[in-house]
């Protein structure tokens, strides 16, 4: 049985506490903060460490903090070792007015799709992606739909007053 | 001719070698154009396939023809109105995305559900189960020309149907379960149809599978059709039956129980080598093994409250809103919405029909989800589709493409 607190001490002797921060326990599974330019060395250290195996790429989700100047978006990958049966969530966040990540492609087949997704929903430039075009919405779509400066309703509206409905 | 296509041609040629074949039509390839609604492909999506002759080279796919922006949404929802965008994921199962949904809140809030209310979660979650695998291996009987084995078993789908009626009153998109536990008790009228099915489905199940499991026709079609390693499944996501029938024994309900799934006794099927008959064998073997969970889930049903005695989650009675003044107050403040979650971040998975369904919830203290992400395990493993179907004929690729169980809702939430 593998702890939390292994593998963060084992990622930190490795890469440093600059490199492995903000480690936090959500509910039990582990999150740990990277940045672009060492996430793929993470990556590839926690898929072939002898003991982790961290070889299965669960999820990958966007999400976008407008308020966090430089940090705005963020890239969340779900971790997960299938013989120890552990858990483990690798954060980075980037700028939005350059939103360049190294793509997991050449590592996990199944990042090809996710990361067209997050790129539809976000605008992650995902570097060297073979195939980095809009997946589920159309083609002709000029924005990039799950950032929070987009309403979900139509702004003009006059009859929907939010403060009285707490939104 | 561009290098893609070069690489796609060299691939396929190697796929066909192993199999003793050739490329015929050496100067030429056919576009053909595989949906968006062919009948063979249950759902609307397009592959646009390179043909050599009868032999595909490669496909390229596009999806999101029914994309609803569900993860959008659900950041304008309260928390309780969002198990109906869950529900037009896997419209085969949506009992258990519902579970699912459920789950992921009440682990953010912190509300524990008392261990009735699990036992018929398990109970709606198993039956959903049978209904998918069901329809997934009656529809591969119709894909390979056998129509008997499909309006049989539709039969004891209608009657899974009947039960969810009996608990919440839709038949497909459920809305089954609240926060904290079932928004209703098994009623006498579902205890007696569970247990009549209980006892009327082994038989049918055994007739279908006597007409499928052995028939030459049958296996003519689907054995060695569509195979993919267990090193290539995980690389590309796979989880659930899919993964199983490569010969990997992950299931989500084993590894991380969720919902006392501890408290029951039942095996994983494993495939060998993850071939279209694998497949199906695997959901065959888990509805076994589904009906024995729902078996023990019954017998052991522990008597005790439904839900959990969370008012502030949880709506009261509707009498008891009409004459009491703090049950008006919980009601009035769930309906509208006003309660904040807390601050928080929770995944949480479930064993879906496909698969890991995944639910990650980021909350900021609102009273809607900050941003809530569906692990949809139909849209991670479809992407292995082209790479699967290079070298095989046209009708294997429709065989492959049933046999995954690919639901467009799940697809393109």
Known sequence: MITNQEIVDDLVGKFGGDLIFNPVENYGLLNVETTADHILAAMKYLYEHPRFKFQFLTDLAGIHFPDAKGKELGVIYHLHSLENNVRLIIKLYVPIENPVVPTLVNQFACANWMEREAYDFFGFDFEGHPNLIRILNVEEMDYFPMRKEYPLEDATRKDKIDELFGR | ?????????????????????????????????????????????????????????????????????????????????????????????????????????????????????????????????????????????????????????????????????????????????????????LSPVAIQKIRAFLKSFPPVMREFESLFNRNRIFMDRVVNVGGITAERALNYGFTGPNLRAAGVDYDVRVMNPYSSYHDFEFDIPVGYNGDTYDRYMVRNGEIWESLKIIEQAMENLPEGPYHADAPEYYLPPKQEVYRNMEALIYHFKIVMGEIDAPVGEVYHAVEGGNGELGFYLVSDGGRTPYRLKFRRPCYIFYQAFPEMVQGSTLSDAIVMMSSLNVIAGELDA
């Open chain 2, 1 to 185: 001719m561009p290098t893609d296509e070069i690489k796609d041609i060299a691939i396929a040629e190697q796929q066909l070698a192993r199999n003793g074949q050739q490329r015929q039509y050496v100067n030429e390839l056919t576009t053909l154009n595989l949906g968006p609604t062919h009948p063979a492909t249950h759902g609307i999506f397009q592959n646009v396939l390179q043909m050599d002759g009868e032999r595909i080279i490669s496909g390229v796919q596009t999806i999101g023809y029914i994309h609803r922006a569900f993860e959008k949404i659900a950041e304008r929802r309260p928390f309780y109105q969002i198990t109906t965008l869950t529900d037009r994921m896997n419209y085969c199962s949506s009992p258990i995305n519902n579970m699912g949904w459920w789950m992921t809140v009440e682990k953010l809030l912190g509300v524990t559900v008392p261990k009735r209310a699990e036992y018929i979660r398990v109970i709606m979650m198993e039956l959903a189960r049978i209904a998918d695998h069901l329809i997934c291996n009656s529809i591969l009987g119709v894909d390979t020309g056998a129509f008997t084995g499909f309006l049989y078993v539709f039969q004891k789908r209608e009657e899974i149907y009947e039960i969810y009626e009996e608990m919440c009153g839709a038949r497909l998109t459920t809305n089954m379960g609240r926060i904290g536990g079932m928004e209703r008790d």
